[in-house]
């Protein structure tokens, strides 16, 4: 037997691949699984975005990229910010990489010391505790629940700051809960951020088109209170239907960028080439395909809020953006169906698995039990159907 290292046995397993894993399982043995675990766009990428891709492999992009990632790319990464953002972040400011979730692994690992604290607003997606373990940081969780529209309120920032915080990481639109904070609510905790000039807000928006609120996105980044001292993350995972490709990027005060090249470089190097021109094209083609992906995920988000009120026992706050719904579920708790007692949103979890071959995320694995999490992100026969099995499984 080899011994596997603390650090490793200290990390929890992510729980969104590994409910999506034993949906495929159950797949795999004739079970007629509806796996709404995992969050992904079910769209294929658009087609002009493949091309770019072919034509990639054609043009023999097969060496290997810079590790920050091509120049091109990041030129079009600095023109979307500026677009679409209002930012102004040059080349060098961007570091590409294998997906969001490798950038922002790199920015926690490149400013983050032991001991250091990260305030991270709860529920919170799953990597974002895991990385700061990994940095050995200290996890300052502060919990919104649905009764705040899961969002946190300024005093509620204030009062997690200690000489201690390196950082807050925030993510809007969210995962898991689909809340999007508005300009004036992020402006109140940029206020209290202002007293704090030490403070690196992270701010993950790799949702920000998938944004039902019909006003402008307004990025972490274009308060010129922070200014020096925000590190955007984003990729082309979900805008563009690009999930298997694996490019995301942090766009981050230069010093940020070159530690976060440093450390890419010493263990993935430069992102996928071919997936890299991809991404270019998606930032520099046609954007229609976003709007036309959204108003579908906005159709389907309507659909199952309608259809997740009617459970008995879900109580279910309206997303605004993403494509996950987070009822609480806390009414169901303690009651048995089927022979089985349903103690923990994680026995909820199971039991609409293997109950109703539907699969859902544990609220527990976004610090929030409770709760389970829906991801809508699939057709709306679906949707229709996951609804109907899981009340009749919980009548
Ligand atoms: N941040 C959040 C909030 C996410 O939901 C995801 C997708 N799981 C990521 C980052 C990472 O996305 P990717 O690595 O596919 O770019
Ligand atoms: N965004 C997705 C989710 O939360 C992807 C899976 C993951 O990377 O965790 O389900």
């Known amino acids: ?152 309120t300024a005093a509620q920032l204030k009062e997690a700051i200690t000489p201690r915080t390196r950082a807050l990481l925030l ?40 944004n039902y609120t019909g006003g402008e996105f307004t990025s972490m980044a274009s308060f010129p209170e922070l200014e020096g001292r925000v590190v955007v993350i984003n990729g082309v995972s979900k805008a563009y239907a690009m999930t298997g490709w694996r490019i995301g990027y942090c766009a981050a005060p230069v010093e940020i960028a070159k530690a976060v090249t440093k450390l890419q470089g010493q263990y993935t190097s430069g992102a996928s080439s071919i997936a890299q021109k991809a991404a270019e094209a998606a930032y520099d083609g046609p954007q229609e395909c976003v709007e036309e992906m959204r108003k579908a995920f906005m159709r389907r988000r309507d659909l199952v809020v309608r259809l997740a009120r009617e459970i008995p026992g879900f109580k279910v706050a309206e997303p605004k953006g993403a494509f996950y719904l987070f009822p609480e579920v806390s009414g169901l708790l303690g009651k048995t169906f089927r022979g089985r007692t349903i103690n923990t949103s994680g026995d909820l ?30 057709s709306d026969e679906n949707l229709v159907e996951a609804m109907r099995r899981i009340r009749e499984a919980l009548s």
């Open 349 to 378: 979890a199971m039991y609409l698995l293997e109950e109703a071959h539907v699969a859902t995320v544990d609220g527990a694995a976004f610090c929030a039990p409770g709760y389970i999490r829906f991801s809508y992100a699939t």
């Open 171 to 210: 993510c809007s639109p969210s995962n898991p809960t689909g809340s999007v904070y508005t300009k004036a609510e992020l402006q109140s905790l940029v206020d209290v951020l202002a007293q704090y000039p030490d403070i690196l807000v992270i701010a993950d928006e790799i949702y920000e088109h998938i």
């Open 1 to 152: 037997m080899q011994s596997i290292s603390q650090r490793v046995q200290n990390l929890a397993q992510s729980q969104t691949l590994a409910m999506s894993q034993k949906s495929n399982e159950l797949k795999a043995q004739g079970i007629d699984v509806i796996n709404l675990s995992v969050g992904e766009p079910d769209f294929p990428t658009p087609a002009h975005i493949k091309a770019a891709a072919e034509k990639a492999i054609e043009d023999n992009f097969s060496f290997y990229s810079p590790v920050p990632g091509y120049m091109s790319l990041r030129k079009a990464i600095a023109a979307k910010l500026t677009r679409e953002n209002g930012l102004s972040f040059a080349p060098e400011q961007i570091v590409v990489g294998n997906g969001a979730k490798q950038a922002l692994c790199n920015v926690i690992l490149a400013t983050v010391n032991p001991g250091d604290e990260v305030i991270i607003p709860t529920p919170a997606w799953v990597s974002y505790v895991e990385m700061v373990k990994l940095a050995e940081g200290k996890n300052v969780l502060v919990p919104a629940g649905i009764e705040q529209d899961f969002k946190i």
